[in-house]
């Protein structure tokens, strides 16, 4: 099963918002977000921009990336410099109706693995921890 959920603690993304009024004050994840996307495209990742949502932002992709795969950015409130990453979908295996099976393990695995270098790599991300949606969801920490 792959590690889809990524937790790390940085200071390094603030939170903000374009409409303090609509999201109480501040959402979270959306320099992280922007940042994500550059990191990504610079790693040759086909990342598309980003959008908000009421929990925080997700980093669109486009081809060759199939269009079901984004990447949630938000706060983690576990920690007060907390961020969590999910990468959907959980499962590689996309079932369509009365259409064949679509595998994205490849492409699930160049986008876990570019996320990982890009965390690891900057020295102001700490305590990077990842889990299987399994493990996520049913946590015994």
């Known amino acids: 099963m792959l590690k889809s959920y990524v937790e790390f603690r940085t200071e390094l993304f603030p939170p903000c918002s374009e409409n ?3 999201w ?19 790693r040759g990742l086909p990342s598309a921009g980003i959008q908000a ?12 990336f199939h269009e079901d795969i984004w990447l949630g950015c938000g706060k983690y409130d576990e920690y007060p410099d907390g961020f969590l ?3 959907e979908p959980k499962n590689p295996i996309i079932k369509k109706w009365f259409k064949p099976n679509i595998d994205v393990t490849e492409q699930l695995e160049q ?8 965390l690891q790599q900057n020295e102001a991300v700490h305590d990077v921890k ?4 399994t493990e996520f969801e049913n946590p015994k920490r």
């Open 111 to 118: 986008l876990i693995q570019a996320l990982d270098q890009i």
């Open 24 to 42: 109480e004050g501040a959402v979270w994840g959306r320099s992280l977000a922007t940042y994500l996307n550059t990191e990504l495209q610079k």
């Open 53 to 64: 949502e009421d929990w925080g932002y997700v980093v669109n992709f486009e081809a060759p």
């Open 85 to 87: 990453l999910m990468i």
């Open 130 to 133: 990842w889990w299987t949606a």
């Open 20 to 22: 303090t009024d609509e």
